[in-house]
């Protein structure tokens, strides 16, 4: 899940970055459709990114619980999950809600003639935002990584070593 999250979010900070170059480079002028229009891709991207580590979370959670019970594991092992989720949900969260933030006042902006010094500095903060996000989410994947690797080594420690051996009739 590492590098697939790591690959996601770097597609996410590269939307962010494109979009605000596009601004810089293009906004007031005729082609500022450009810039809203990768501001829209950039916010549906952002939101997509942190739903996968949502999805993640909660899958994993799930089959945590299920082989602590069905394997009769130390019921503690699925503990630690609702701290990563506590970790990574409000954060994720935040990260969306910033960007969502800078694609209104970017509208606001062009619709209802606000300063754009409010989108300009909330896109920013939107970017920041988005990279502190991503090292806590990074950290709470990691230590899940870990504990469902921990997990797994358990499981295959309980298994003979026969048992996945079918034998030969004959």
């Known amino acids: 899940m590492l590098s697939l999250f790591l690959a996601l979010t770097a597609f996410n900070l590269l939307c962010l970055l494109l979009t605000a170059a596009l601004g810089y480079a293009y906004g007031g002028s005729e082609v500022t459709q450009w810039h809203a229009l990768a501001g829209v891709v ?40 609702r701290s990563f989720k506590l970790q990574a949900f409000p954060a994720a969260l935040l990260a969306m809600i910033v960007v969502f933030a800078a694609a209104l006042f970017g509208a606001a902006r062009v619709s209802y003639g606000v300063s754009p010094t409010y989108h300009h500095v909330i896109a920013w903060v939107a970017v920041a935002t988005n990279v502190l996000v991503a090292v806590t989410e990074y950290r709470a994947i990691a230590r899940n990584g870990r504990l469902i690797q921990g997990i797994l080594a358990q499981i295959n420690a309980a298994i003979p070593a026969s048992a996945g051996v079918p034998e030969k009739s004959g």
Do not use: E
């Not at 942190?50 to 019921?75: E, G, M, N, R, S």
């Open 42 to 81: 950039a916010t549906i991207t952002c939101c997509a990114v942190h739903c996968v580590v949502f999805t993640y979370f909660i899958a994993t959670a799930k089959w945590v619980q299920h082989a602590v019970t069905l394997k009769q594991l130390d019921p503690s092992l699925f503990a630690p999950t």
